[in-house]
């Protein structure tokens, strides 16, 4: 796996660029003189978290015949105030519609990703106390 990163401006905004040419733009906050440009370094680690973890839970959810309509996730976290400033507590929600969903599986397939697959949340629960819930609509 190899991803590269280019300075776009004289700033801090940059790209990253994977090895398929997909692209994710970062920027730092305003406060040090970024300009709101993209997402900052530790929203984009917030994002592959949820990213991560959705692969594995509709991946589950395929394989038990439950048709997903509607999939959201919302992160929200904190971190410490010491530097570096890393995150101490990190929440998933999943939000999951569906035709027949049977709401057991969906927080079963939450379980599943959170507790054995998902390689992003085991790279940050040495540092995090990662929690989750599930709202099946």
């Known amino acids: 796996m190899k991803v590269t990163l280019k300075r776009l401006n004289d700033d801090y905004h940059m ?12 920027d730092g906050s305003p406060g040090i ?31 038990m015949k439950q048709e997903v309509t509607d999939y959201d996730v919302e992160v929200t976290a904190e971190r410490r105030d010491e530097i570096p400033s890393i995150f101490t507590k990190i929440h998933m929600k999943f939000l999951v519609k569906g035709i027949d969903l049977d709401g057991e599986k969906v927080r079963r397939a939450a379980q599943l990703s959170a507790e054995k697959y998902c390689s992003v949340s085991k790279i940050l629960e040495p540092t995090a106390e990662i929690t989750w819930d599930v709202v099946v609509g």
């Open 15 to 26: 790209e990253a660029t994977n090895a398929t040419g997909n692209t994710i733009q970062m």
């Open 33 to 63: 003189g970024g300009q709101n440009l993209g997402a900052r370094p530790m929203e984009v680690v917030l994002m592959s978290l949820a990213g991560c973890s959705s692969i594995d839970v509709i991946s589950i959810l395929k394989k």
